[in-house]
Every structure is written in C-alpha cells, then in structure tokens.
Nanobody, 119 residues
C-alpha cells in the first residue's frame, strides 16, 4: 500500500510555470512506476507522464513538462512550463507496479490538485 498526496496546484497565466509535488508514504517509491494523470472538466482522465528508469510523456505535454523523482525524499515532481489554457485540469499523482497509460489499470491514486491556466 502507498498513500499519495499532491501539492503545488493553483492559478497561473498562460505561458507561466508551476511545479507539482507528490509525497508518498507507506512504501518506498522505488517499488513503483510513478506518474501523473489529469482530468479536465467534462473530459475523461488522461495520461500525462510517468517515470520508471526513464520518463515518458504524452504528446500533448512533451517538451513542456518534466517529470522527476527523488527516491530519498519519496517524492515525485511535475515541472510544467509554457502552460496553456488547455492544461487546466485536476492533476493526479499515481503509482503502479508496471508501465501503463491507461487510467483504469493504475494501482494507486492521490486526491488530486487543481491547476487553472488563465488566458
């Protein structure tokens, strides 16, 4: 079992940056592939990025977002640059035993943190 708590969401103007953090407890992060999903209003939850040995990104955020992990701090980060209005969503931290971009296959979810990008 692992518990995930996200922080760092907020309101930012288009073109700005935010860094999300996800603190894990209960089990070491090294046991999991850590990731981020997001869900915009009226839309399905979608994959953003994951990191195991290497990072992997959705096409919509590649080149703008960076996922990283600090295993010593049991924390995962999502650095979001060049934010767009369409990045507005609730962002969820995830932990899984494998590599997956499919929401219903994810083992553990955080409670989410809201990101709002204004024009």
């Amino acid at each position: 079992q692992v518990q995930l708590v996200e922080s760092g969401g907020g309101l930012v103007q288009a073109g700005g940056s935010l860094r999300l953090s996800c603190a894990a407890s209960g089990r070491a992060l090294t046991a999991y592939v850590m990731g981020w999903f997001r869900q915009a209003p009226g839309k399905e939850r979608e994959f953003v990025a994951y990191i195991g040995r290497n990072p992997y990104y959705s096409d919509s955020v590649k080149g703008r977002f960076t996922i990283s992990r600090d295993n010593a701090k049991n924390t995962v980060y999502l650095q979001m640059n060049s934010l767009k209005v369409e990045d507005t969503a609730v962002y969820y931290c995830t932990a899984d035993s494998g590599y997956t971009t499919v929401a219903h296959r994810i083992d553990y979810w955080g409670q989410g943190t809201r990101v709002t990008v204004s024009s």
